[in-house]
């Protein structure tokens, strides 16, 4: 017998105990929004600012107009000489015409350029698909256009997230994405969750910034014109 | 079958060797330094986490219910994992012990001619010693995590399983890796010292042909594997080398996405008292065709090693509903004195104290589940609320009885039994259960008393004898009441 028929086996022999009825999760949350306040798109704003930064992610406030603008000046400040960005993306042709020293496409399959993505690519600029305020956390959803290691392998990652896509909750922001419905839409082949630079506190429980991916996290927050 | 042959004899610890750890960790004052301040402050900062002590309770009761009722429809669920993982293009492997699951992995990692593996964190890899079955493949398996990569440089095993090398000061660390990190000077800065680490690691990442890693929630219906992590190791070890192995006990699945966000909420506040952490990784499928990065195969190991022996047993199957979050070894009084190698066993502190018998088998294990107080300090903190204190209660009843009617015996049942505490403890019943020998009995010992040995073996080592009263409390009552 196959050592997964056996394990099936040795499962449904055992006795069924209590009967389990499902959780209703939704409803726990729906019940929980009702006793809380109400929130609104700036107060949203505001915990996702104040939570984010406590991660250490950087906020720069921007608008639909300048935003590109913004990114080139702080490549410089940043001392940025390569960025890494999707040609196919939804921002490339505004990146393209920002003048931007070093853009750099990211246009083949990464096995053609490991070591130069790994020792020769200073920042990554992606799109995001909304953020969570009360953990102050992207989510951003990697595809063919903005590849998995945009986010991961440069030592800078820029950011773009539209204020407007603020959620409360991790839960509503399944929601608002479509992965948590009656009729979930089919998950990404990787979908993530970032909340600031990645650090760890292994030595001596003393937290340390860029443990292996980004050392620094910078969110371009575009409100609307006049916003900022 | 029913009898499932799936302990580990591969970290075989006699249970006699357990006490005699214990008493030279609680000697080591180092030692009980470094955990007392680390599980202080992450005791601290889990408290900060929940203010609210009502709001708590009903998140503990829902993600209680979500656990339970996984673990109440867990053959079909699994069977349902594998069939949507299959259709995502992940390839589902089982094993029922810690041998098979090598053999997987090492088959997998031979058919692509790897040299090297890094490793994300799992403590479902330390549970089957693969390293060890890679080294003896010929293969370098790699820690990435920075603290297994500290403990595995050093020829050790993690202490705790959220915090790895949390017996270490970085003096200790400085030195460790001034000695073995190639071209590493003596440094005790923190941020230099990971620094180091990064850039060994960042080489490793870009050379091996398979990352490794485990699983904190595996979705059934969309055929997501989870995983938590702050480094980006674990993204790392899933995203950059062309083939990606996850390997995960049978118990972590759950039926629907939406059962994450609860246990997710309650998994990163319980360790290490964060909201959420850097990253929160949902894998759902190997690089797609027009994808320019991922890895090219992605598969799952589904690994038994006992716990169908946790889950025959109705009462005992609680201890299934783990996330692993290592609150109970945080808060208990044991392992903050004692650390977590004094156990032995993959999984220290009161967690391991109730999955290790399963694992390992009785005979091997039938100490850790004495090794407490009954404080019930682990119970109390459980986000899944596992009832650590009766399970520990049941364990020791199991190591030195048969087992109950109708009950299959556990591996190693009754390993602890002995002939001399059968037979005291057949005197005692005898004593207690007849009126005229009792009395006799306690007569004799209030009159005899003088002969009362001062040296009584291990009681005596920190406490004074035992030493019967001059006269019975009968006869002590009788002179009281005659008195007044």
Known sequence: MSARDSILRRLRAAPPGQLVLPPDVPAFYAAVREQAPATDRAARIELFCERMSFWRGEIVRVTPGNWAETLRVLCVTKGVNSLLYGPRGPHAATLEAAGIKGLKPYDRPVDEWKPELFRDTDAGFTSTRGGIAETGTLVVWPDDKEPRLMSLVPPIHFALLDANAICDTPFEAMSAQGWISDKPVAMPSNALFISGPSKTADIQITLAYGAHGPKELVILLLLGEGES | MNAPENTQTLSFIPASEFKQRTTEAVADAHLRQSFRSAMDFLMAKRAAQFPDADALEAQRALAEHIRRYSLSRLPELLEKLERQLTANGIQVHWAENAEQANAIIVGIAQKHSAELMVKGKSMVSEETELNHAMEAAGIAALESDMGEYIVQLDGE????????????????????????????????????????????????????????????????????????????????????????????????????????????????????????????????????????????????????????????????????????????????????????????????????????????????????????????????????????????????????????????????????????????????????????????????????????????????????????????????????????
């Open chain 2, 157 to 484: 095993k993690p202490s705790h399983i959220i915090m790895p090398a949390i017996h270490k000061t970085k003096q200790q660390i400085a030195r460790l890796f001034a000695e073995k990190v190639p071209g590493a000077s003596y440094t005790e800065s923190v941020d230099e010292l990971i620094g180091i680490g990064r850039a060994v690691l960042r080489e490793k990442f870009m050379a091996a042909e398979i990352g490794l890693s485990g699983v904190n929630f595996a979705v059934a219906e969309t055929g997501t594997l989870c995983l938590v992590e702050n480094e980006g190791n674990g993204r790392m070890c899933t995203t950059v080398p062309d083939v990606h192995i996850a390997i995960t006990g049978i118990e972590k699945v759950v039926e629907k996405l939406e059962h994450v966000p609860p246990l997710l909420n309650l998994l990163t506040r319980s360790a290490t008292g964060q909201i959420i952490t850097t990253y929160f990784n949902m894998i759902s499928r190997p690089r797609q065709p027009g994808e320019l990065d991922g890895p090219k195969e992605v598969h799952l190991v589904l690994l038994d090693n006992g716990r169908t022996q946790a889950y025959a047993d109705e009462q005992m199957r609680a201890t299934l509903q783990c996330i692993r979050c290592g609150a109970c070894m945080n808060h208990c009084p044991v392992y903050t004195r004692i650390g977590g190698h004094a156990y032995g066993t993959t999984y220290p502190g009161p967690i391991g104290e109730i999955i290790s018998p399963h694992m390992m088998g009785l005979a091997a294990t039938h100490a850790l589940p004495t090794a407490s107080t009954l404080c019930g300090a682990c119970g109390e903190v459980c986000p899944v609320k596992i009832p650590i204190p009766d399970l520990l209660i049941r364990l020791r009843a199991e190591a030195t009885h048969d087992a109950r009617p109708g009950h299959a015996p556990l591996v190693g049942q009754g390993a602890a039994r002995s002939a001399l505490m059968d037979f005291v403890w057949a005197g005692w019943a005898a004593l207690y259960s007849r009126p005229a020998l009792y009395r006799a009995f306690v007569w004799l010992a209030t009159r005899f008393r003088f002969l009362t040995p001062p040296m009584q073996s291990g009681w005596t080592v920190s406490r004074t004898p035992l030493k019967p009263a001059p006269r019975t409390l009968r006869e002590q009552l009788a002179g009281r009441h005659l008195k007044t």
